[in-house]
């Protein structure tokens, strides 16, 4: 039962943080607060949520996981994937925005939304491929051998 509050406890969290960096990172300030937000939230369920559940909400096996890139479990290693593929493709939506076409998907926060869920797709194949290629069980036993020398 803590652990999903720890969990809920992340994400509740997470949102104001990532609507911090959107703002930082040029989202409009007074105008279109709703959908930086909705977008906030969108990354949290994306990012924050699968890496809380994952770690089970500890502190210690999240820095391994977002700062040291070293999943510990399976489920970790997609998790990790799943960040890092919709954080790739929020920030590569956001090209589209200044250009002058006027088109219905450059609207703020249409081009980071679909970036966000395509790269979310895309990270989750690219790490579906990666385990075909290179099992997870392999991986971890080369892993801790290297980690013995």
């Known amino acids: ?22 703002i930082l990172f040029g989202a409009p300030w007074f ?10 939230v969108l990354l949290t369920v ?5 890496v809380a559940i994952t770690t089970d909400a500890r502190y210690p096996a999240a820095v391994q996981l977002i700062f040291d890139l070293i999943p510990a479990t399976k489920a970790q290693f ?15 939506g956001a090209f589209t ?14 081009p980071c939304v679909f970036g966000a869920v395509i790269g979310a797709v ?6 579906g491929i990666e385990q075909t ?9 080369s892993t801790n051998r290297e980690k013995a020398y």
């Open 1 to 22: 039962m803590s652990n999903n509050i720890a969990i809920v406890a992340w994400s509740v969290t997470a949102v104001p943080a990532f609507y911090a960096f959107l």
């Open 133 to 141: 290629v290179w099992p997870w069980s392999s991986r971890s036993a």
């Open 31 to 40: 105008t279109q607060v709703a959908e930086t937000l909705q977008l906030a």
């Open 122 to 127: 895309v990270g989750l194949l690219l790490a």
């Open 78 to 92: 997609f998790a990790l994937r799943l960040t890092a593929g919709t954080l790739l493709g929020t920030w590569l």
């Open 46 to 50: 994306l990012t924050a949520v699968p």
């Open 97 to 110: 925005i200044p250009l002058d076409w006027d088109r219905w998907w450059q609207v703020w926060p249409l």
